[in-house]
């Protein structure tokens, strides 16, 4: 799905449909696409989606029935109250019991009615009350989030919770991105997640590599590509692959030099045997070994001396 979706963006719906081979289904990739944009709150790029399924009258009972769905969600994100309630009343009336149905009216319900709801359960999400937001987020969905901006904003505060949270969060990430690997907003939060408990996997800072090559993500995967070079000290190619993406990030480029002057001079003093020593009588004095520690401590003398903060040196590189 992932290769036709490149394919319809990249070409123009209607082209590639044409130059598809025989095995793509192009009502699959139709839904495939009103589904990323709707999850993307863009509901114009995904009503022309449907405007174009509405044109292939091929299309099986079920595909019909999410259709009918999709349409209804784009009018509900559009404020076209009106329209998804006639949009809804037409599901019910081809496809009693569908599963759409309830997305529909919960979402209906969320942007409507219970607006204020959902406005204090974020205002509990900003002030850090995670465990309060939770339960008001689960009251006001009664069930799953809705899919979209919404369902991960959930995945989010979940992340924050104790006994597991961030655990299932990921799972559950990384189960979207497997349904919709084309969702860059799906890919950039769990990356975001990540975040969270550093040092980022190596796979994220490939997949935000990645992510920095297209337009509507770039912006974003290069500010937590820079949030997680700062999380934590890394090899120096880590920030050169950065750097490469992110050219004028002049201060990024200073925390490199930085860090490569510092392992320098850490070369430096790993390579004199006076420095050893003095590493050394450290360990030995933490293992109360002091006579040892006496004879390393002689062989530092002589670059060192007896100076009292000597030995606090080999903290602080």
């Known amino acids: 799905m992932r290769a036709i979706l490149s394919a319809l963006l990249a070409l123009g719906l209607s082209g590639a449909l044409h130059a598809a081979p025989a095995a793509v289904d192009p009502v699959q990739a139709l839904l495939e696409q009103a589904r990323l944009w709707q999850s993307l709150g863009r509901p114009l790029e995904a009503q022309q989606a449907l405007d174009k399924l509405q044109r292939i009258h091929a299309a099986k009972p079920q595909d019909k029935a999410e259709a009918l769905t999709l349409q209804a969600l784009v009018q509900v994100q559009q404020r076209q109250d009106q329209q998804a309630q006639k949009t809804l009343a037409q599901l019910r009336k081809l496809y009693p019991g569908y599963a759409g149905i309830a997305r529909i009216e919960q979402l209906r319900r969320v942007m409507g009615p219970d607006r204020n709801k959902l406005l204090t359960a974020r205002s509990l999400f900003n002030s850090g009350k995670y465990e309060q937001a939770y339960a008001a987020f689960n009251a006001l969905y009664q069930g799953p989030p809705p899919s979209g901006a919404l369902e991960l904003e959930y995945w989010q505060l979940v992340a924050r919770l104790p006994n597991g949270g961030w655990?299932?969060?990921?799972?559950?990430?990384?189960?979207?991105?497997?349904?919709?690997?084309?969702?860059?907003?799906?890919?950039?939060?769990l990356i975001g997640i990540q975040l969270l408990r550093p040092p980022l996997p190596q796979q994220g800072f490939?997949?935000?590599?990645?992510?920095?090559?297209?337009?509507?993500?770039?912006?974003?995967?290069?500010?937590?590509?820079?949030?997680?070079?700062?999380?934590?000290?890394?090899?120096?190619?880590?920030?050169?692959?950065?750097?490469?993406?992110?050219?004028?990030?002049?201060?990024?480029?200073?925390?490199?030099?930085?860090?490569?002057?510092?392992?320098?001079?850490?070369?430096?003093?790993?390579?004199?045997?006076?420095?050893?020593?003095?590493?050394?009588?450290?360990?030995?004095?933490?293992?109360?070994?002091?006579?040892a520690a006496e004879k390393s401590l002689q062989l530092a003398a002589g670059r060192y001396g007896n100076q009292p903060a000597a030995m606090a040196i080999n903290r602080s590189i």
């Open 167 to 189: 655990a299932r969060s990921v799972a559950a990430l990384k189960k979207l991105i497997q349904q919709s690997p084309s969702n860059h907003r799906n890919r950039l939060t």
């Open 206 to 291: 490939a997949e935000l590599k990645a992510l920095s090559q297209f337009a509507d993500s770039r912006n974003e995967a290069l500010s937590l590509w820079r949030r997680a070079l700062q999380q934590v000290d890394l090899p120096q190619d880590a920030y050169l692959a950065y750097l490469q993406a992110a050219p004028d990030d002049e201060q990024m480029r200073a925390r490199l030099n930085a860090l490569q002057e510092s392992r320098r001079k850490q070369r430096e003093l790993l390579a004199d045997p006076a420095y050893r020593a003095l590493l050394a009588a450290d360990k030995q004095l933490d293992a109360n070994q002091l006579a």
